[in-house]
């Protein structure tokens, strides 16, 4: 099943989504999120993020750079992990010589 459909699946059983950790929760909306990236579909990979965050907040700045890489350009991007401060922001950092969205981070 596609993550989106397992998603979706999950939000709509209301009783299976209360059941999941916010933690988790928020961890297949970043993933779905990053799906969205590689799709380059700005407005759900944000809004995916954006939700992500109301359960538990990003332990670092992966989803802020992924955004910046197709709102604006991978130079911006770059800059807000001039200093990475986990592996993810590494790989991120790495991003526009081949990173994917979702792999590692």
């Known amino acids: 099943m596609p993550l989106r459909a397992l998603v979706d ?21 970043r993933a779905e999120g990053s799906l969205a990236v590689r799709n380059n579909d700005l407005a759900l990979a944000k809004s995916c993020y954006g939700e992500a965050d109301v359960y538990a907040p990003s332990s670092d700045r992966t989803p802020s750079v992924l955004v910046a890489r197709l709102e604006v350009d991978a130079d911006f991007a770059l800059a807000l992990v001039g200093n990475p401060t986990t592996s993810a922001e590494a ?5 526009h010589r081949g990173y994917r969205p979702g792999i590692g981070g």
Do not use: T
């Not at 999950?10 to 929760?25: E, F, G, I, T, V």
């Not at 790989?91 to 991003?95: I, S």
């Open 9 to 29: 699946n999950l939000k709509a059983d209301r009783l299976s989504w209360d059941m999941l950790s916010p933690d988790l929760k928020a961890k297949f909306l």
């Open 91 to 95: 790989g991120a950092r790495a991003g």
